[in-house]
T-cell receptor
Framework: GNSVTQMEGPVTLSEEAFLTINCTYT??????LFWYVQYPGEGLQLLLK?????DKGSNKGFEATYRKETTSFHLEKGSVQVSDSAVYFC??????????????FGQGTILTVHP | DSGVTQTPKHLITATGQRVTLRCSPR?????VYWYQQSLDQGLQFLIQ???????AKGNILERFSAQQFPDLHSELNLSSLELGDSALYFC???????????????FGPGTRLTVL
């Protein structure tokens, strides 16, 4: 099955700082890759996705590029806001076999942004 | 709002008891997934149903079971509850077209289970 290694947190930044959260994975085949975000007290929301190698997913100022050669999908944002404070999860789905579609989550990276 | 609903939002019960968590998928989605989020185990996949049939199984305990009904809603049954079962339980749904690698899962708000 898949495995995911995410940058350990917590990450604390000042508003308008640059953000990078690293994610590397091992997976069977070449699945789509997802970043999910969990705001305090809420469920998971899809932040962005990339469906094939070299694809770039983007949403709300966040970007991540699917790098097949380095099996990475690092999340970046040029200027974070206080409202970005949340837990971020990298998640590749199983691409085949009996677990097709199952998401494997990284441990999550807690981001806190101060004004 | 993802379109996935879960009830109840909170559940407090005692050890040894049995509870049922309910999930209604987004309109048109045939696949339902259950995940457990706890402090020590993180987010773990439990089980998946597709159009009423079990499709995949993860680290689901034998004390736990699930089903998906003809109207596509799903229930997760947890029995002989232990303190360690306290967690957030999420349901997600997707269209899960066969062989579609871009399939996206949309998550409900979760049910927080507390076992005392």
């Amino acid at each position: 099955g898949n495995s995911v290694t995410q940058m350990e947190g917590p990450v604390t930044l000042s508003e308008e700082a640059f953000l990078t959260i690293n994610c590397t994975y091992t997976a069977t085949g070449y699945p789509s890759l997802f970043w999910y975000v969990q705001y305090p007290g809420e469920g998971l929301q899809l932040l962005l996705k990339a469906t094939k190698a070299d694809d770039k997913g983007s949403n709300k100022g966040f970007e991540a590029t699917y790098r097949k050669e380095t099996t990475s999908f690092h999340l970046e944002k040029g200027s974070v806001q206080v409202s970005d404070s949340a837990v971020y999860f990298c998640a590749p789905p199983e691409a085949g076999g009996t677990s097709y579609g199952k998401l494997t989550f990284g441990q999550g990276t807690i981001l806190t942004v101060h004004p | 709002d993802s379109g996935v609903t879960q009830t109840p939002k909170h559940l407090i019960t005692a050890t040894g008891q049995r509870v049922t968590l309910r999930c209604s998928p987004r309109s048109g989605d045939l696949s339902v997934y259950w995940y457990q989020q706890s402090l020590d185990q993180g987010l773990q996949f439990l089980i998946q149903y597709y159009n009423g049939e079990e499709r995949a199984k993860g680290n689901i305990l034998e004390r736990f079971s699930a089903q998906q009904f003809p109207d596509l809603h799903s229930e997760l049954n947890l029995s002989s509850l232990e303190l360690g079962d306290s967690a957030l339980y999420f349901c997600a749904s997707s269209t899960q077209k066969a062989g579609d690698p871009t399939d996206t899962q949309y998550f409900g708000p979760g049910t927080r289970l507390t076992v005392l």
